[in-house]
């Protein structure tokens, strides 16, 4: 809408044109500057720290052009959010030019960081041609595509504000960089082998062995004869091997100490992924996006055996900068491309330090010498019920802001009644409006900074178990706020308070006594994770299962059904709770739930041998004394209603999985026993009323999973196929969740939490529930695991400010 005056007798007018989104990065000044050019305006544009500020002045009808125009021929990469116009009286422009970016203090900054985006097809076609000067040159790039987030280290987004600042340009890179006709005209990366970065070639102690194209031969002939080869690429190292060599592939896991976890595979082009794995038109378009993530396909060929063992899946990535295009031009055949890191540890992102973390695993290190301001995974993603689900949050999506709704229920309630969250003051007051630093949870950590109504959500940082981990959690912490220089009022985090990130905001708040602190329930912030991506409003039946979270009872939840109205919200029903023998061993020992879950209908009898299971058999007899008098003691036993852990005890019950090495492993292997068996069956169930234990005189609803053992025990007699059994255990899920979303009657559903990754389980929930005329809304930007968290902190914080909490 285009606010102000002007003076109707007047042939030539001014107008200013704000312009938020993204709009920083992706060639938006080029462009504005060709349009006003072409249309023969005068003015200026320039970038400033909340997006892209635009004057010009012409006759009216030119400028009426050019703002339409500017919605309609925006660059490809870039994404309008708001545009404010106002006529301002003449002022006498002479010609149109690019201005000095604005960089003041007195504004909160605000414009949108581009992720780092995938090698275009201009770019690539530059450095296959033998007559381009960019021959061969892996550090190609232009307004299209390039290092964004990865080298950026403060707004506005200029070559000073980022590491490309120790590059000076050459005078053939400089004419680009000044030419409104070119496509590199103000690319900030912009750079050639005459005056940009280079690669190395190192041994393991650092020595340089080879430089530039040599380098780069070098290493592909290291990958041929099956040695492991770190590559230092966008946001991180990588560690590479032949995917086809076994050996190779089988020393890396050993050196990385990952005996089974799936591998990422990198193949040269999409032609040569379709023999070994079925690619949909959308997976073929994640696949070539700019984006450029790893998509899980599903398999034909079981040739890369080592690669991802026993799974039906593959994780699958295209080349997306221009050394991995050579590199696999070079090569071109598929190389297994991981994390340059030991489990749990962030990736390696700066050369020296590679050299110090990894030299026990890799035999060599292909690096350059552009600094990475900040490490960033790559992103996996997969499709679930013909939609993208983002599993892991990362380059190419990070760090771009999910826009934060009004409270829900805004406009019929002034309070929400909850109990839901823990306050470190019964009176807590938040500043309005609120800046917040939502800190995610223990695993998949990710954290959030929100303020003018948008929630800028990190890269994924990983699971807080090491050292090295926690340093990196508050780096990226410090990193995303000086990028915006911000400063929050309040802090939300976990309510686990043995969590590294619910200890840390807890210092900060005491270092910091106008900051407050809030704790939000797990399994309510996947809830609200959803509500805040698809921007719902109440009444909803919001439905969270995973693996662990905290629950306000202390015991562990993970099967949860929120009930939430204009005027409360209810844990209105979750699944009986089951023991843990050994806790935290437990979870790497799928049999000991399984046992635990027998002891619940068997009692002792379970350890006289009567069942005759081969589940018990696995258990040495002192391991077993030691597990039966836990459990008849209660000792180290929590309870939990996780649903993640009853699909781990059911996996060890039917054999397929007794321990693992990794989050997740039984569960996944649980759906994959499935295999392509189509079935309705499912087992007996029932929902019981029990009290509920955090409302006083109110009952819940809990699921009595018992007739399911019963059932699967009786298929085991019956010597039914794994596959049928694990089928029905499936079914009988998705029923459970039919029958008590018809008994509540919400007619909006949300599905949250990491057990929502298994697409067997959640494709049927969804095309049951649509069969009953449900509107079911799940996780697909943003990760349905604990990366999603801290975007459902932040959503309820800001709903949060409308709660009463129940003293």
């Given at each position: 809408?285009?606010?102000?005056?002007?003076?109707?007798?007047?042939?030539?007018?001014?107008?200013?044109?704000?312009?938020?989104?993204?709009?920083?990065?992706?060639?938006?000044?080029?462009?504005?500057?060709?349009?006003?050019?072409?249309?023969?305006?005068?003015?200026?544009?320039?970038?400033?720290?909340?997006?892209?500020?635009?004057?010009?002045?012409?006759?009216?009808?030119?400028?009426?052009?050019?703002?339409?125009?500017?919605?309609?021929?925006?660059?490809?990469?870039?994404?309008?959010?708001?545009?404010?116009?106002?006529?301002?009286?003449?002022?006498?422009?002479?010609?149109?030019?690019?201005?000095?970016?604005?960089?003041?203090?007195?504004?909160?900054?605000s414009a949108i960081v581009l992720p780092d985006l995938s090698t275009c097809s201009e770019c690539l076609q530059d450095i296959l041609d033998p007559e381009n000067r960019r021959y061969q040159y892996p550090f190609t790039n232009c307004t299209n595509c390039?290092?964004?987030?990865?080298?950026?280290?403060?707004?506005?987004?200029?070559?000073?504000?980022?590491?490309?600042?120790?590059?000076?340009?050459?005078?053939?890179?400089?004419?680009?960089?000044?030419?409104?006709?070119?496509?590199?005209?103000?690319?900030?990366?912009?750079?050639?082998?005459?005056?940009?970065?280079?690669?190395?070639?190192?041994?393991?102690?650092?020595?340089?062995?080879?430089?530039?194209?040599?380098?780069?031969?070098?290493?592909?002939?290291?990958?041929?004869?099956?040695?492991?080869?770190?590559?230092?690429?966008?946001?991180?190292?990588?560690?590479?091997?032949?995917?086809?060599?076994?050996?190779?592939?089988?020393?890396?896991?050993?050196?990385?100490?990952?005996?089974?976890?799936?591998?990422?595979?990198?193949?040269?082009?999409?032609?040569?992924?379709?023999?070994?794995?079925?690619?949909?038109?959308?997976?073929?378009?994640?696949?070539?996006?700019?984006?450029?993530?790893?998509?899980?396909?599903?398999?034909?060929?079981?040739?890369?055996?080592?690669?991802?063992?026993?799974?039906?899946?593959?994780?699958?990535?295209?080349?997306?900068?221009?050394?991995?295009?050579?590199?696999?031009?070079?090569?071109?055949?598929?190389?297994?491309?991981?994390?340059?890191?030991?489990?749990?540890?962030?990736?390696?992102?700066?050369?020296?330090?590679?050299?110090?973390?990894?030299?026990?695993?890799?035999?060599?290190?292909?690096?350059?010498?552009?600094?990475?301001?900040?490490?960033?995974?790559?992103?996996?993603?997969?499709?679930?019920?013909?939609?993208?689900?983002?599993?892991?949050?990362?380059?190419?999506?990070?760090?771009?802001?999910?826009?934060?709704?009004?409270?829900?229920?805004?406009?019929?309630?002034?309070?929400?009644?909850?109990?839901?969250?823990?306050?470190?003051?019964?009176?807590?007051?938040?500043?309005?409006?609120?800046?917040?630093?939502?800190?995610?949870?223990?695993?998949?950590?990710?954290?959030?900074?929100?303020?003018?109504?948008?929630?800028?959500?990190?890269?994924?940082?990983?699971?807080?178990?090491?050292?090295?981990?926690?340093?990196?959690?508050?780096?990226?912490?410090?990193?995303?706020?000086?990028?915006?220089?911000?400063?929050?009022?309040?802090?939300?985090?976990?309510?686990?308070?043995?969590?590294?990130?619910?200890?840390?905001?807890?210092?900060?708040?005491?270092?910091?006594?106008?900051?407050?602190?809030?704790?939000?329930?797990?399994?309510?912030?996947?809830?609200?994770?959803?509500?805040?991506?698809?921007?719902?409003?109440?009444?909803?039946?919001?439905?969270?299962?995973?693996?662990?979270?905290?629950?306000?009872?202390?015991?562990?939840?993970?099967?949860?059904?929120?009930?939430?109205?204009?005027?409360?919200?209810?844990?209105?029903?979750?699944?009986?709770?089951?023991?843990?023998?050994?806790?935290?061993?437990?979870?790497?020992?799928?049999?000991?739930?399984?046992?635990?879950?027998?002891?619940?209908?068997?009692?002792?009898?379970?350890?006289?041998?009567?069942?005759?299971?081969?589940?018990?058999?696995?258990?040495?007899?002192?391991?077993?004394?030691?597990?039966?008098?836990?459990?008849?003691?209660?000792?180290?036993?929590?309870?939990?209603?996780?649903?993640?852990?009853?699909?781990?005890?059911?996996?060890?019950?039917?054999?397929?999985?007794?321990?693992?090495?990794?989050?997740?492993?039984?569960?996944?292997?649980?759906?994959?026993?499935?295999?392509?068996?189509?079935?309705?069956?499912?087992?007996?169930?029932?929902?019981?009323?029990?009290?509920?234990?955090?409302?006083?005189?109110?009952?819940?609803?809990?699921?009595?999973?018992?007739?399911?053992?019963?059932?699967?025990?009786?298929?085991?007699?019956?010597?039914?196929?794994?596959?049928?059994?694990?089928?029905?255990?499936?079914?009988?899920?998705?029923?459970?969740?039919?029958?008590?979303?018809?008994?509540?009657?919400?007619?909006?559903?949300?599905?949250?939490?990491?057990?929502?990754?298994?697409?067997?389980?959640?494709?049927?929930?969804?095309?049951?529930?649509?069969?009953?005329?449900?509107?079911?809304?799940?996780?697909?930007?943003?990760?349905?695991?604990?990366?999603?968290?801290?975007?459902?902190?932040?959503?309820?914080?800001?709903?949060?400010?409308?709660?009463?909490?129940?003293?």
């Amino acid at each position: 809408m285009i606010q102000g005056s002007f003076d109707l007798n007047s042939q030539q007018y001014r107008l200013q044109l704000t312009l938020q989104g993204i709009v920083q990065g992706v060639g938006f000044r080029p462009f504005i500057y060709r349009l006003a050019t072409e249309l023969n305006l005068t003015g200026w544009v320039n970038n400033s720290v909340q997006g892209v500020c635009i004057q010009v002045e012409g006759l009216r009808e030119n400028l009426e052009q050019f703002q339409a125009r500017i919605l309609q021929e925006k660059p490809p990469q870039s994404e309008i959010q708001s545009l404010n116009a106002v006529w301002l009286p003449i002022v006498g422009y002479s010609k149109f030019e690019i201005h000095v970016s604005e960089s003041t203090t007195h504004t909160q900054k605000s414009a949108i960081v581009l992720p780092d985006l995938s090698t275009c097809s201009e770019c690539l076609q530059d450095i296959l041609d033998p007559e381009n000067r960019r021959y061969q040159y892996p550090f190609t790039n232009c307004t299209n595509c390039g290092p964004r987030y990865s080298i950026i280290q403060a707004l506005p987004y200029d070559r000073n504000h980022t590491t490309m600042a120790t590059f000076t340009m050459c005078s053939d890179c400089q004419k680009e960089y000044d030419n409104p006709l070119n496509r590199r005209f103000h690319a900030q990366p912009n750079a050639c082998p005459v005056c940009g970065p280079h690669l190395e070639l190192w041994d393991k102690n650092g020595n340089k062995i080879a430089g530039f194209q040599e380098a780069l031969k070098q290493a592909a002939d290291i990958i041929r004869s099956g040695q492991i080869l770190a590559l230092k690429g966008l946001g991180g190292f990588h560690l590479i091997v032949d995917a086809r060599n076994e050996t190779a592939v089988q020393n890396l896991r050993t050196r990385k100490r990952r005996p089974a976890k799936p591998f990422a595979v990198m193949y040269p082009n999409l032609e040569q992924i379709k023999p070994d794995c079925f690619v949909s038109e959308l997976e073929a378009k994640l696949l070539s996006s700019p984006a450029s993530p790893i998509v899980l396909l599903r398999r034909i060929s079981y040739l890369l055996k080592s690669v991802a063992p026993g799974n039906p899946y593959l994780g699958v990535i295209l080349p997306y900068t221009p050394l991995h295009h050579l590199l696999l031009a070079e090569l071109n055949f598929p190389i297994v491309a991981t994390s340059g890191n030991f489990a749990s540890e962030p990736i390696c992102i700066d050369e020296a330090e590679a050299v110090t973390r990894l030299n026990q695993i890799a035999d060599f290190f292909l690096v350059h010498n552009r600094p990475i301001v900040r490490p960033i995974d790559d992103s996996v993603v997969r499709v679930i019920a013909g939609e993208e689900m983002v599993l892991r949050r990362a380059r190419g999506y990070a760090p771009l802001p999910v826009p934060i709704p009004d409270p829900i229920g805004a406009d019929r309630s002034p309070f929400y009644q909850t109990n839901f969250s823990l306050a470190q003051d019964s009176d807590l007051s938040i500043e309005t409006p609120p800046k917040v630093l939502a800190l995610g949870g223990h695993l998949k950590n990710t954290i959030a900074i929100a303020f003018n109504q948008k929630a800028f959500l990190s890269q994924h940082i990983g699971d807080l178990e090491n050292p090295q981990a926690l340093a990196a959690f508050q780096e990226v912490i410090n990193s995303l706020s000086n990028i915006y220089d911000f400063q929050p009022n309040v802090i939300v985090c976990d309510a686990h308070p043995d969590y590294y990130s619910t200890q840390f905001a807890e210092k900060l708040s005491q270092q910091n006594p106008p900051i407050s602190m809030i704790q939000v329930q797990h399994h309510l912030a996947h809830v609200f994770a959803v509500i805040a991506e698809h921007n719902l409003q109440s009444p909803l039946l919001g439905i969270a299962w995973d693996g662990t979270g905290y629950g306000l009872d202390r015991t562990i939840w993970g099967g949860e059904f929120f009930q939430i109205t204009k005027t409360q919200i209810q844990r209105i029903a979750s699944f009986r709770p089951f023991p843990l023998p050994g806790g935290d061993k437990a979870v790497y020992e799928p049999r000991r739930i399984a046992l635990g879950l027998l002891y619940e209908i068997f009692g002792n009898s379970l350890f006289n041998q009567e069942l005759n299971l081969e589940l018990i058999k696995s258990f040495k007899p002192q391991e077993l004394k030691i597990i039966q008098t836990m459990l008849n003691r209660k000792l180290n036993t929590p309870l939990t209603s996780s649903v993640g852990r009853l699909f781990d005890g059911v996996a060890a019950l039917l054999g397929i999985c007794q321990t693992v090495s990794f989050e997740g492993q039984a569960a996944m292997a649980l759906e994959f026993a499935i295999e392509d068996l189509e079935t309705d069956e499912y087992y007996p169930f029932e929902w019981c009323d029990l009290p509920q234990p955090l409302e006083k005189g109110e009952n819940m609803n809990y699921f009595n999973w018992e007739s399911i053992i019963q059932g699967i025990l009786q298929d085991k007699i019956n010597q039914k196929p794994i596959n049928l059994i694990s089928a029905k255990f499936h079914n009988t899920l998705v029923e459970a969740v039919v029958e008590i979303a018809k008994k509540l009657g919400e007619k909006t559903i949300t599905l949250s939490g990491g057990c929502f990754q298994n697409q067997y389980l959640i494709e049927h929930i969804i095309k049951r529930l649509c069969q009953e005329q449900f509107q079911v809304y799940w996780s697909q930007k943003i990760p349905p695991n604990d990366g999603g968290l801290a975007l459902g902190q932040v959503a309820f914080l800001i709903n949060r400010q409308r709660f009463v909490p129940n003293q």
